[in-house]
C-alpha cells in the first residue's frame, strides 16, 4: 500500500515535471537570446532588476504563502460542504486578493515613477547619483511597465493552487510556457536585426509589453480551466457577511506571507548588494539562477506541490506514518536526481555557460565574472531542491509560523554571509552565501520534524546521498579527461560544441544511472515501475 502511495506521488510530480520541462527549456533558450541581446552589463542588470519585482510579488501572493495556505483550506471546505461553498469563498478571495493587487501596483509604479524624478535632484547627494545611474534608470523606466504583470501572476498563481486541489497539475504547469513564447519571439526578432547599444532601451519596452500579454492571455486560459474544473468563483454580499474565510486564510497566509516577504527581500538585497560590485555582477547571478532553477522548476518544485495536496489530506485524518513514508520516499528521489545534476554543473559549468550565454552581446569577461557563481549555485542544487520537500509536511499541518521562524533565522545568516563574503569572492561570495543558509534551513527543518515526532529513515536516505554522490564524482572525473576530446572531434560550425556536450550528458548519465544500476539502488525500478504505469 505504502509502495503504491509513493509511485502515485512520483507518477503525479513526474506529469508536473514533464510539463514544467518543456517551460525550463524554452526557458533556457530564453536565456541563451537574453544573453546575446541584452549583454552582461547595464541593460541587462535593468531588466534584471526591474523583472524581479512583479516576480516577487508573483513568489509572494501567487505561487507562494498564498497559494501554499489555500490548499488545505479548499480541500477541507471541500471535503466538509461541498463545491458550492468552495466557489462562494473562492469569490470572496479573489475579489479582495484582485482589488490588493490593484493597490500594490498602483504604489509600485508611481514610487519608481517618483524615484526618476529624484535623480535630478542634487541635494539628495550620493542617492541622486546612484538612481541615474544608467542601470538604475533604464530599471525605473521599464518598472512601471511591468508591475500589472505581477497582478496577472499572482491571480494565476493562487487559481493554479485550487487547481492542484482536484488533481490538476500539468495544465497549469503547461500555462507558464506562454511567457517564454512571447519573450523568445521578441529576443530572436532583436537577435536577427543585431540589435545593440541605445537600441536596447526602447527594445527593454518592447519585452515589457510582450510580458504583459503573456500574463493577461494565461489569466484567460486559467478561469477557463477553473470554470471547468466546476470550482469558477461565485460573489455575493450573504457570503462576505456569512463565511470566516478571510479570517482563516490570513491567519495561515500572515506567517507564510512575513517568511516569503522576508525571502524576497533577502533576494533582492542580493541583487542590490551585487550592484555595488559593478554591472557584471547582477547579470552574472540571474543568467545562472535561471539555469539552476532548471533542476529546481522541473522535479522539486512539482513534487512539493503534489506533496502538499496529498500531505493535506494525510494530515486531515492525522495520519503521520504515511506523512513520514511519503517525504522519506520524495527525499531519497530528490537526492538521487539533483546530486548527479549538482556535480554535472560543478565540473561542467564553462561549456554549459559557453553554450547557452556566449555570443553577441554577451562577451568572454561576462562568462568568466559567472565563474564562481556557477560553482556555488550548481554545488547547491541538492539543498534548494530538498527544502521545497521538506516544507510541504509542514504547510499541509498549516504549520506556517514554523518554517516562518527558521526561514528568518535562515535569511538572516544570509545577509551576514553575504556581507562577509561578497568582498572576497565578489558575486560567488553571494552565491555562497545563499547555498550555507539554505542548507542551515534544510537542517532546522529536519531537526523539527524528527521533534514533532515524525520519523524519517535518515539512515537509508543518507545512503542515497553518499551513493549518488560517489557514482556523480567517478563519472564527472572520468568524463572531465574525455571532454576536450569530444570537445576537439565534435565541435560543428553551425552548432557549436553543443553535440559534443549532448554526448557529454549522455555519457554522464549511462556512467552514473549504470553504477547505480549495478548497486541495486531502489530508486531505480521504483522510477521505472512509475515510468510503466499508465
Request: with cysteine.
Amino acid at each position: 500500500m505504502s509502495s503504491h502511495r509513493g509511485h502515485g506521488i512520483l507518477k503525479s510530480s513526474l506529469g508536473v515535471s514533464l510539463a514544467t520541462l518543456l517551460s525550463r527549456l524554452l526557458g533556457l533558450v530564453r536565456v541563451m537570446l537574453e544573453a546575446r541581446v541584452l549583454g552582461g552589463d547595464a541593460v541587462a542588470s535593468a531588466w534584471g532588476l526591474a523583472f524581479a519585482i512583479p516576480n516577487t510579488f508573483r513568489r509572494l501572493l501567487g505561487e507562494g504563502a498564498l497559494g501554499t495556505a489555500l490548499i488545505p483550506l479548499v480541500s477541507e471546505t471541500d471535503e466538509k460542504a461541498g463545491p458550492e461553498q468552495v466557489r462562494r469563498e473562492l469569490g470572496i478571495v479573489f475579489s479582495v486578493l484582485s482589488l490588493i493587487l490593484a493597490l500594490i501596483v498602483a504604489v509600485v509604479a508611481g514610487c519608481a515613477i517618483g524615484l526618476r524624478e529624484l535623480a535630478g535632484e542634487e541635494s539628495f547627494g550620493r542617492l541622486s547619483r546612484v538612481l541615474a545611474s544608467r542601470r538604475v534608470q533604464l530599471a525605473l523606466t521599464i518598472l512601471p511597465l511591468l508591475m500589472p504583470y505581477a497582478f496577472f501572476i499572482c491571480l494565476i498563481g493562487a487559481i493554479g493552487a485550487v487547481l492542484n486541489t482536484r488533481k490538476i497539475f500539468v495544465l497549469p504547469a503547461l500555462g507558464a510556457l506562454l511567457l517564454n513564447f512571447f519573450l523568445i519571439g521578441g529576443l530572436y526578432t532583436a537577435f536577427r536585426r543585431g540589435i545593440s547599444g541605445t537600441n536596447l532601451f526602447g527594445f527593454l519596452e518592447t519585452l515589457s509589453y510582450l510580458v504583459l500579454a503573456s500574463g493577461a492571455i494565461q489569466l484567460v486560459l486559467m478561469l477557463l480551466l477553473l470554470w471547468r474544473a466546476g470550482r469558477f468563483p461565485s460573489l455575493s454580499w450573504r457570503a462576505f457577511r456569512e463565511s470566516d474565510i478571510l479570517g482563516r486564510l490570513w491567519r495561515l497566509v500572515l506567517p507564510g506571507m512575513i517568511g516569503g516577504a522576508a525571502l524576497q527581500i533577502s533576494f533582492l538585497i542580493d541583487r542590490s548588494l551585487a550592484i555595488f560590485l559593478g554591472p557584471k555582477a547582477v547579470p552574472a547571478l540571474n543568467y545562472v539562477d535561471r539555469i539552476i532553477d532548471l533542476p529546481i522548476g522541473i522535479y522539486a518544485i512539482a513534487l512539493g506541490s503534489v506533496l502538499t495536496a496529498t500531505m493535506s489530506r494525510a494530515a486531515a485524518r492525522g495520519d503521520l506514518a504515511e506523512i513520514s513514508h511519503d517525504l522519506g520516499f520524495s527525499l531519497r528521489h530528490v537526492y538521487f536526481l539533483c546530486v548527479p545534476m549538482a556535480v554535472g554543473v560543478v565540473f561542467f559549468w564553462e561549456p554549459m555557460l559557453r553554450i547557452l550565454c556566449l555570443g553577441g552581446n554577451y562577451t568572454r569577461e561576462d562568462l568568466e565574472a559567472a565563474r564562481m557563481v556557477a560553482i556555488f549555485y550548481g554545488a547547491g542544487i541538492p539543498a534548494f531542491c530538498s527544502i521545497k520537500v521538506l516544507l510541504a509536511p509542514f504547510n499541509a499541518r498549516k504549520m506556517m509560523s514554523t518554517t516562518l521562524r527558521y526561514s528568518l533565522v535562515a535569511i538572516g545568516c544570509n545577509v551576514v554571509l553575504n556581507l562577509l563574503l561578497m568582498w572576497p569572492l565578489r558575486q560567488g561570495g553571494i552565491a555562497l552565501a545563499t547555498v550555507l543558509s539554505s542548507m542551515l534551513n534544510n537542517t532546522l527543518l529536519l531537526r523539527h520534524l524528527r521533534n514533532e515526532g515524525i520519523p524519517l529513515d535518515i539512515r537509508g536516505i543518507g545512503w542515497t546521498f553518499v551513493r549518488s554522490l560517489i557514482f556523480a564524482l567517478v563519472a564527472g572525473f572520468a568524463l572531465m579527461w574525455l571532454y576536450p576530446v569530444l570537445r576537439e572531434h565534435l565541435t560543428s560550425r553551425y552548432v557549436g560544441e553543443l553535440p559534443a556536450f549532448a554526448l557529454l550528458g549522455v555519457l554522464f548519465a549511462l556512467l552514473y544511472f549504470g553504477g547505480s544500476r549495478l548497486c541495486h539502488a531502489p530508486e531505480i525500478p521504483e522510477l521505472i515501475a512509475v515510468l510503466r504505469r499508465r
